[in-house]
């Protein structure tokens, strides 16, 4: 049984063995299981969180490799169907010098992208506590499809519902359907993770709390706007603080945002049903500040998300709290 379920894409990145090179100059890439639902379920699990996944591969050898990844770092698979109708979806990602990336991306269409109402699993949905998803699949039918049945079973059986809008511009028709798709999902939650640039890209306001104010809905009980290097914002239905982050020699920031998703999920499941207050909130944040930051010290996304003993490290390297 998984007590958080993440849903969505799985996927390959290839990230280049060198970093400070766009795809063109790039020599040689590394094979990486990524995709940001999938990053989250390890980060998780390496939390010491029971997490599965539910979504679909390709029957192709990248599924299988993607497969045995999730299990290995003990995320719950029982949930992830394979299917010959397409292949397991490819990223390339190039890396600046400081660490950022551009994203060219193999799906037309990807075995993520054929997830339909019929793959959902009530009856592990049921046994779960809280669901997880983002807003790839909301792109395109039937993953949107999909993903929206699980949110409303997830809903009808009292479970958590927790949402990362992450913005991937080229893989939707228009900018317009991007926010219209990011906007449906943010409807469904009680829990959203956002970054400053998404906050700015769905509402027009530059000023990340006024703009967060502005996505607030009545359904909601927390929401962290990321904020890279200089940490995370949180607010409540009414309140809200700012936790700095920490500094590090950042090499490749994929999964940064998913170990932070991973982090902030790990606080709030061990919280439970307490109300959220400032200081836990505080504390949760700067743990998943924390865990963020260690991630972009390594390239890839799940081969770089870091365990809690790593990321009390760094928070006590930084003279910060250490444990959510």
């Not at 010959?84 to 990336?101: I, K, M, N, Q």
């Not at 999909?146 to 809008?165: C, F, Q």
């Not at 990011?182 to 400053?196: C, E, F, N, W």
């Not at 919280?271 to 500040?289: H, V, Y």
Request: proline share 5%; glycine share 12%.
């Amino acid at each position: 049984m998984a007590d958080i379920i993440c849903l969505g894409e799985l996927l390959i990145d290839f990230v280049p063995t060198v970093t400070g090179c766009d795809l063109a100059s790039a020599e040689a890439f590394k094979k990486a299981a990524g995709g940001a639902p999938a990053n989250v379920a390890v980060g998780l699990a390496r939390f010491g969180v029971s997490s599965g996944f539910m979504g679909k591969i390709g029957d192709d050898g990248f599924g299988r490799f993607l497969a045995q990844t999730l299990a290995g770092a003990g995320v719950d698979t029982s949930m992830l169907i394979p299917t010959s109708a397409a292949p397991t979806a490819l990223a390339f990602v190039s890396l600046r010098a400081d660490g950022e990336r551009e994203f060219l991306f193999y799906r037309s269409p990807s075995a993520d992208m054929l997830f339909s109402p019929e793959d959902v699993d009530g009856a592990a949905l049921a046994r779960s506590k809280m669901l997880h998803f983002g807003s790839i699949s909301l792109i395109s039918e039937p993953s949107r499809g999909g993903t929206l049945h699980a949110v409303k079973l997830a809903r009808e059986r009292g479970l958590r519902i927790s949402y990362d809008p992450n913005l991937r511009l080229r893989l939707w028709p228009s900018a317009d359907a991007a926010r219209e798709g990011m906007r449906l999902g943010l409807a469904q939650a009680d829990t959203v993770k956002i970054g400053d640039e998404e906050v700015q890209f769905l509402t027009g306001v530059a000023d990340p709390i006024a703009g967060a104010r502005a996505l607030w809905h009545d359904g909601l009980s927390l929401m962290a706007v990321t904020r890279g290097a200089a940490g995370c914002i949180w607010l409540t239905r009414d309140a809200e603080g700012e936790v700095p982050g920490i500094k590090v020699e950042a090499v490749d920031t994929t999964g940064a945002g998913d170990a932070f998703m991973a982090g902030l999920l790990a606080g709030l499941a061990e919280l439970g049903d307490q109300p959220l207050k400032a200081a836990e909130l505080d504390r949760i944040c700067a743990f998943a500040n924390a865990a963020g930051a260690v991630t972009t010290t390594a390239r890839g996304a799940i081969p770089s998300l870091p365990d809690r003993a790593a990321v009390q490290a760094a928070l006590k390297a930084h003279g910060r709290v250490t444990t959510p």
